[in-house]
Protein backbone atom coordinates (compact mmCIF):
# COMPACT_ATOMS: atom_id res chain seq x y z
CA UNK A 1 0.00 0.00 0.00
CA UNK A 2 1.42 3.39 -0.71
CA UNK A 3 0.04 6.78 -0.71
CA UNK A 4 0.52 9.20 -3.29
CA UNK A 5 -0.60 13.07 -3.11
CA UNK A 6 -4.97 12.28 -2.65
CA UNK A 7 -4.80 8.47 -3.64
CA UNK A 8 -3.76 5.87 -1.51
CA UNK A 9 -3.07 2.00 -4.17
CA UNK A 10 -3.07 -1.53 -2.75
CA UNK A 11 -1.97 -3.76 -5.20
CA UNK A 12 -1.48 -7.66 -4.63
CA UNK A 13 -1.97 -10.91 -5.89
CA UNK A 14 -5.43 -12.80 -5.34
CA UNK A 15 -5.47 -16.35 -5.40
CA UNK A 16 -8.98 -17.96 -5.19
CA UNK A 17 -9.67 -21.95 -4.60
CA UNK A 18 -12.31 -23.67 -6.91
CA UNK A 19 -14.14 -25.80 -4.13
CA UNK A 20 -15.77 -28.08 -7.10
CA UNK A 21 -12.67 -29.00 -8.19
CA UNK A 22 -10.89 -29.15 -4.76
CA UNK A 23 -7.95 -26.50 -6.20
CA UNK A 24 -6.16 -23.65 -6.72
CA UNK A 25 -7.64 -21.46 -9.61
CA UNK A 26 -5.14 -19.33 -11.56
CA UNK A 27 -3.56 -16.44 -9.59
CA UNK A 28 -5.07 -12.96 -10.74
CA UNK A 29 -3.07 -9.49 -10.20
CA UNK A 30 -5.50 -6.83 -8.80
CA UNK A 31 -4.60 -3.24 -8.08
CA UNK A 32 -6.89 -0.90 -6.13
CA UNK A 33 -7.32 3.23 -6.28
CA UNK A 34 -9.11 5.08 -3.58
CA UNK A 35 -9.07 9.02 -4.06
CA UNK A 36 -9.40 10.90 -1.17
CA UNK A 37 -11.75 13.76 -1.12
CA UNK A 38 -11.00 17.11 -0.23
CA UNK A 39 -14.26 18.46 0.43
CA UNK A 40 -16.15 17.80 3.62
CA UNK A 41 -18.92 15.26 3.20
CA UNK A 42 -22.43 16.49 2.69
CA UNK A 43 -25.52 14.84 4.91
CA UNK A 44 -27.76 13.27 2.67
CA UNK A 45 -31.46 12.41 2.90
CA UNK A 46 -33.19 9.97 1.43
CA UNK A 47 -35.44 11.94 -0.47
CA UNK A 48 -33.07 14.60 -1.26
CA UNK A 49 -32.46 16.08 -4.63
CA UNK A 50 -29.29 17.72 -5.81
CA UNK A 51 -29.59 19.82 -8.81
CA UNK A 52 -26.51 20.39 -11.35
CA UNK A 53 -26.19 23.46 -13.51
CA UNK A 54 -24.10 23.41 -16.81
CA UNK A 55 -21.49 25.54 -14.60
CA UNK A 56 -20.83 22.17 -12.11
CA UNK A 57 -19.93 20.55 -14.77
CA UNK A 58 -16.23 19.78 -15.22
CA UNK A 59 -14.51 19.49 -18.58
CA UNK A 60 -11.32 17.32 -18.39
CA UNK A 61 -8.53 18.49 -20.58
CA UNK A 62 -6.75 14.55 -20.38
CA UNK A 63 -9.06 11.53 -20.94
CA UNK A 64 -8.46 8.07 -22.30
CA UNK A 65 -5.32 7.26 -20.22
CA UNK A 66 -3.37 4.48 -20.65
CA UNK A 67 -0.02 2.62 -20.65
CA UNK A 68 0.64 -0.55 -22.99
CA UNK A 69 2.94 -2.66 -22.38
CA UNK A 70 1.60 -3.59 -18.92
CA UNK A 71 3.90 -5.29 -17.47
CA UNK A 72 6.78 -3.74 -19.28
CA UNK A 73 10.67 -4.16 -19.63
CA UNK A 74 12.55 -0.77 -20.63
CA UNK A 75 10.14 0.62 -22.12
CA UNK A 76 6.56 1.96 -22.06
CA UNK A 77 3.75 4.05 -24.18
CA UNK A 78 1.85 6.61 -22.53
CA UNK A 79 -1.43 7.15 -24.62
CA UNK A 80 -4.27 9.79 -24.03
CA UNK A 81 -5.98 12.60 -25.46
CA UNK A 82 -5.98 16.14 -24.92
CA UNK A 83 -9.12 18.67 -25.56
CA UNK A 84 -6.85 21.80 -25.60
CA UNK A 85 -3.08 22.82 -25.65
CA UNK A 86 -1.91 22.09 -22.15
CA UNK A 87 1.89 20.98 -20.46
CA UNK A 88 1.66 17.66 -19.03
CA UNK A 89 4.11 15.99 -16.57
CA UNK A 90 4.27 12.16 -16.54
CA UNK A 91 5.56 11.12 -12.97
CA UNK A 92 6.51 7.49 -11.97
CA UNK A 93 7.03 6.39 -8.01
CA UNK A 94 7.29 3.18 -6.48
CA UNK A 95 5.68 1.74 -4.20
CA UNK A 96 7.16 3.57 -1.04
CA UNK A 97 6.38 6.87 -2.23
CA UNK A 98 9.61 7.63 -3.66
CA UNK A 99 9.88 9.57 -7.17
CA UNK A 100 11.61 7.48 -9.51
CA UNK A 101 11.44 9.04 -12.73
CA UNK A 102 9.68 12.41 -14.38
CA UNK A 103 9.12 13.50 -18.01
CA UNK A 104 7.76 16.72 -18.87
CA UNK A 105 5.79 18.12 -22.07
CA UNK A 106 5.83 21.29 -23.18
CA UNK A 107 2.67 22.89 -24.75
CA UNK A 108 1.50 19.58 -26.27
CA UNK A 109 -1.29 20.05 -28.97
CA UNK A 110 -4.73 19.08 -28.62
CA UNK A 111 -5.84 15.83 -29.87
CA UNK A 112 -4.58 12.16 -28.96
CA UNK A 113 -0.91 11.53 -28.08
CA UNK A 114 1.29 8.70 -27.81
CA UNK A 115 4.90 9.13 -25.26
CA UNK A 116 7.40 6.44 -24.76
CA UNK A 117 9.31 6.55 -21.97
CA UNK A 118 12.43 4.42 -21.13
CA UNK A 119 13.52 3.63 -17.61
CA UNK A 120 16.17 1.98 -16.00
CA UNK A 121 14.37 0.22 -12.71
CA UNK A 122 14.30 -2.51 -10.40
CA UNK A 123 11.34 -5.27 -11.03
CA UNK A 124 7.98 -4.20 -9.24
CA UNK A 125 4.98 -2.23 -9.27
CA UNK A 126 4.98 1.66 -9.58
CA UNK A 127 2.30 4.40 -10.13
CA UNK A 128 2.10 6.33 -13.00
CA UNK A 129 1.19 9.95 -12.61
CA UNK A 130 -0.07 12.60 -15.37
CA UNK A 131 -1.36 15.96 -14.32
CA UNK A 132 -1.96 19.14 -16.22
CA UNK A 133 -2.26 21.94 -13.87
CA UNK A 134 -5.15 20.67 -11.31
CA UNK A 135 -5.98 17.84 -13.20
CA UNK A 136 -4.30 14.72 -12.32
CA UNK A 137 -4.81 11.00 -13.63
CA UNK A 138 -3.10 7.75 -12.03
CA UNK A 139 -2.58 4.46 -12.86
CA UNK A 140 -0.50 1.07 -11.71
CA UNK A 141 2.23 -0.61 -13.79
CA UNK A 142 4.54 -3.26 -13.50
CA UNK A 143 8.14 -4.13 -14.53
CA UNK A 144 9.45 -7.17 -15.11
Do not use: C
Not at 95 to 115: I, T
Request: hydrophobic share 35%; aromatic share 10%.
Amino acid sequence: MVKVKDSVYLAGNLQLYATKYREPEKPMYISLVRKEDKKPAKKASLYQEEKLSINDVKEEKLTEFAAYPNPFNDSFTVSFNLTEQVNVTATLTDMNGRQVHQQYWKQLNAGQQKQTITVDLQPGTYVLTLANGKQVKSLILIKQ
